[in-house]
């Protein structure tokens, strides 16, 4: 079965400095990879997500992955994060039949001043 | 409004209560999903249902029924609630196809006493 692990809880950075969200799957077949964002008190929001093509994926709100076939990886990327950015990313995996996404345990960012 | 709705908002109930979450969309997707979500676990899912009348299980089905028999509603019930089942509960839904996003509402919020 797919997994999606995501390597960090929390993730602190300050206004207008990059930021890193890193996300590694397991699988031995083709994946369609997703990220999301989950502002409080909200559902998830569709971010970006990797279907096949280009490995370098770009979303809203500035946010690009890159898909890394060899590593199993698809990290998200943010050159200069805002405030109103903190929230809590979650990356996925769909493989299979079902249309069912497998989902990592969350990384909360928290953007400060 | 065209989306997807879920209710109530919050819920308390009782160890041994039966309660019902509903959920309701409005586009007309193939696939609809319940999770919970749970700190340190991410998204789990419960149930899924690939159209009126089919379901099947997902991660964690154990204490939980749903049916469909319409498109648009998909609603979780707990039959005997436990204090293991207080959680934030989402439900989602997908046009057919694997490179459909899944699009959430925004939560239900139980806890069971």
């Known amino acids: 079965a797919q997994s999606v692990t995501q390597l960090d809880s929390q993730v602190p950075v300050f206004e207008e400095a990059p930021v890193e969200l890193r996300c590694n799957y397991s699988?031995?077949?083709?994946?369609?990879l997703f990220w999301y964002v989950q502002y409080p008190n909200q559902g998830l929001q569709l971010l970006l997500k990797?279907?096949?093509?280009?490995?370098l994926v770009k979303g809203i709100n500035g946010f690009e992955a890159e898909f890394n076939k060899s590593q199993t990886s698809f990290h998200l990327r943010k050159p200069s994060v805002h405030i109103s950015d903190t929230a809590e990313y979650f990356c996925a995996v769909r493989t299979g039949g079902g249309n069912k996404l497998t989902f990592g345990t969350g990384t909360q960012l928290k953007v400060e001043l | 409004d065209a989306g997807i709705t879920q209710s109530p908002r919050y819920k308390i109930t009782e160890t041994g209560r039966q309660v019902t979450l509903m959920c309701h969309q409005t586009w007309s997707h193939s696939y609809m999903f319940w999770y919970r979500q749970d700190l340190g676990h991410g998204l789990r899912l419960i149930y899924y249902s690939a159209a009126a009348d089919i379901t099947d299980k997902g991660e964690v089905p154990d204490g939980y029924v749903v049916s469909r028999s319409k498109t648009e509603n998909f609603p979780l019930t707990l039959e005997s609630a436990t204090r293991s089942q207080t959680s934030v509960y989402f439900c989602a839904s997908s046009e057919e196809g694997r490179n459909s996003p899944l699009h959430f509402g925004n939560g239900t919020r139980l806890t069971v006493t």
């Open positions: 990797y279907l096949s093509g280009s490995t």
């Open positions: 699988s031995s077949v083709s994946v369609y």
